[in-house]
């Protein structure tokens, strides 16, 4: 019983979906909004997903305003490694306010639309705000790398001046990253319909309501996401090696 009670959930959840397509097929012409899903069409279920995502989305900005807080004004945490903990709370405050409002409004509105404009903003703020985490971490690691296998010259090496040009790559390569693939997302044609199948304007959703050639975006997205993937983890990974056989080589009473 309970697993026909799912499967008819997930029938009619699936029929509302294409009963929306089908509705808001725009026959040619560019949209000037997108109609947002909610993460679940059944109404008993949003009132308290509603409670859980906002004291989710509460405690993120309440800890990462206090890290930012205390990071900054405690003299004893001037320290590159609270430097780019700051600037990772940065950028995960970043990404949640980016997602999370509007998220939590598709579970109190009828109708969960947002504005061709706003959908571009918002989808740009969260690719520079996930990108720059990415190498953030990257940076992070390599601080640790250098704090323990090169102690004597960890001052000189992790200057502030260094740490700065870490973390201005990281946003000014994040920013680029995001205005050419927004650009390239959103000056297609929308004109096969503006329904978008996800809570928030994501990279994937748009690209199945495109009517124009969108071989060159995919092709974009893909080598971004692989570069950025695949670089960030190999630093953070050969960081942590590196540390690992520095610790192995250590005498106890090193």
Not at 88 to 113: C, H, Q, R, W
Request: proline content about 3%; hydrophobic content about 50%; some cysteine.
């Amino acid at each position: 019983m309970i697993k026909e009670g799912f499967f008819l959930l997930y029938t009619d959840y699936v029929s509302w979906i294409e009963e929306m397509t089908k509705l808001n097929e725009t026959k040619g012409s560019q949209v000037t909004e997108f109609i947002l899903l909610s993460i679940t069409n059944i109404p008993e279920l949003k009132g308290p997903l509603f409670v859980v995502f906002l004291l989710n989305y509460m405690a993120t900005v309440v800890g990462n305003l206090g890290l930012i807080i205390l990071t900054s004004v405690d003299s004893h945490l001037q320290t590159p490694m609270y430097f780019f903990l700051r600037h990772l709370a940065y950028v995960d405050l970043g990404y949640s306010t980016a997602i999370g409002p509007k998220m939590l409004a598709s579970f109190i509105v009828e109708k969960n639309t947002i504005s061709f404009n706003e959908c571009a903003t918002q989808f740009s703020f969260y690719v520079v705000f996930i990108t720059s985490e990415f190498f953030i971490l990257s940076a992070m690691a390599y601080d640790r790398y250098v704090a323990i296998c090169k102690p004597l010259v960890y001052i000189v090496i992790m200057s502030s001046r260094v740490c700065w040009i870490l973390v201005v790559i990281s946003y000014l390569y994040s920013i680029m990253v995001s205005l050419l693939v927004t650009i390239k997302i959103f000056n297609s044609s929308f004109c096969a319909s503006n329904v978008m199948r996800q809570f928030f304007c994501d990279s994937v959703p748009p690209l199945y309501i495109i009517c124009s050639d969108i071989r060159e975006t995919k092709l974009i997205i893909k080598l971004f996401g692989a570069f950025d993937l695949i670089s960030s983890l190999s630093i953070v990974l050969v960081s942590y090696m590196l540390i690992i056989v520095a610790i192995l080589r250590m005498n106890s009473s090193e």
